[in-house]
């Protein structure tokens, strides 16, 4: 209605300032002016939303099969200016006859039994003449049948039209495709957050209760330094779920290293010793080798590769303790990595090195016996892609009848 009032004060000025809606062609005239104008207007952003609302309101139309969003390109607003341009031109015409044919099919209808009205200045008292007073009663009807039909035909056409205007295009295919996969990135870095840290911990604390159970009567100073374990290794676990679950939680302002507030992200060159001594508490017996090689010291990392690293120790210690039948055996390095890199890259770069082995248990020396206990092998899977994320790589299996797990994580240009 804007639109048309709009096109018609136009349109009555350039005829020479008469009204346009006391002249049927004039109006038809402003009716036809006003159409560009709606198609112009629908290249604002908030049309399409506000058509795909009303679309799954009043259409039915399954919301999968509409775009969420303005449309992020000109072909996805041209045929959003289509659709608003039809929906609001088909709705022009049936909100006139809505407004029109209701009252003539009422008077139709009522004119065999109303004396007053066939006896109006209305043209009415043809109805009365021998073509039969009761043809006014049939035309009525079919008046207001004629107008639920072409309301209904409307309503038909623009629900099967909907999806084709304002269904998704490419764009926006591409746009969600990216979306629910960033979704699916954060999910899967909380679950291997999680089960890293969780899953650590609960491994530790379990063997060091276990072994303070075993010696509760002999050696009561194991037992006071496995119990100061549980409650370091429990400790510092809530923080490490704090920070993980903070990430779940909206406006915490949360960065890569943590929330405001919780524990930071543990790293090897900083945790390492602790990790070490709250798994040699369980009753481990590791040994562990710290060498800064041939170009630098193992402790200056950058920050997101010594806290990828220190959940890869992690989770082969956490391998060790359930499913290793002996010592752990770790040595870091940061070596030269060799003339050219995995991108094809020539000249020297640095690498950390992480090798950790141990003789296996019974029935678990091999990956298949390793991944079919304690979690189906996330922890492996999830060091895996801790590794392949900085460009690096991780090899585990049964190597001179021992299990080994050896990553790899470039120091610089390998991060993706």
Request: glycine letters at 16%.
């Amino acid at each position: 209605m804007p639109y048309f009032l709009l096109a018609q004060v136009v349109v009555g000025v350039v005829a020479g300032g008469v009204n346009a809606l006391a002249s049927f062609p004039l109006t038809l005239i402003a009716y036809a002016a006003a159409l560009p104008l709606v198609a112009v207007t629908a290249v604002f952003p908030l049309v399409r939303p506000m058509s795909v609302v009303v679309v799954r309101a009043l259409c039915g139309v399954p919301g999968e099969r509409l775009a969420q969003g303005p449309g992020r390109s000109w072909a996805a607003r041209g045929r959003t200016a289509a659709w608003w341009t039809l929906h609001l031109g088909t709705g022009a015409v049936v909100s006139g006859m809505t407004l029109a044919v209701p009252p003539m099919g009422v008077v139709l209808l009522l004119l065999p039994f109303v004396g007053a009205l066939r006896n109006s200045r209305s043209g009415l008292d043809w109805f009365s003449t021998s073509a039969g007073p009761y043809l006014a009663p049939l035309l009525g009807a079919g008046l207001l049948g004629g107008l639920a039909l072409c309301a209904a035909g409307a309503g038909a056409l623009l629900a099967r039209l909907a999806p084709v205007l304002l269904g998704p295009t490419p764009a926006d295919r591409l746009a969600a495709a990216e979306e629910r996969a960033a979704d699916l990135a954060v999910r899967n870095r909380l679950a291997r957050e999680l089960h890293d840290a969780v899953g650590h911990a609960l491994s530790a604390v379990t063997l060091q209760a276990g072994a303070a159970r075993r010696v509760l009567d002999t050696d009561p100073e194991f037992v006071r330094e496995a119990l100061a374990a549980i409650e370091d290794t429990t400790r510092r676990t809530v923080g490490e779920l704090d920070a993980v679950l903070g990430l779940l939680r909206e406006g915490d302002g949360v960065d890569g290293a943590g929330r405001p507030g919780a524990a930071p992200a543990p790293t090897l060159a900083a945790d390492l010793d602790g990790l070490l001594a709250r798994s040699r508490a369980g009753g481990v017996r590791i040994t562990a080798r710290q060498d800064p090689g041939p170009v630098g010291d193992w402790g200056q990392l950058p920050a997101i590769v010594s806290r990828e690293a220190y959940r890869i120790v992690q989770e082969g210690l956490s391998n060790a303790m359930r499913h290793g039948a002996g010592p752990v055996d770790l040595r870091i390095l940061v070596r030269d990595g060799g003339k050219s890199n995995d991108h094809g890259d020539h000249g020297g770069h640095r690498e950390l090195e992480l090798i950790m082995s141990n003789p296996p248990g019974t029935g678990t020396g091999t990956a298949e016996g390793r991944e079919s206990r304690g979690g189906g092998g996330r922890g492996l899977r999830g060091a895996a892609e801790r590794a392949a994320l900085l460009g690096g790589r991780v090899e585990a299996g049964e190597q001179g009848g021992h299990w080994r797990l050896r990553a790899v994580l470039p120091l610089g240009g390998g991060a993706r």
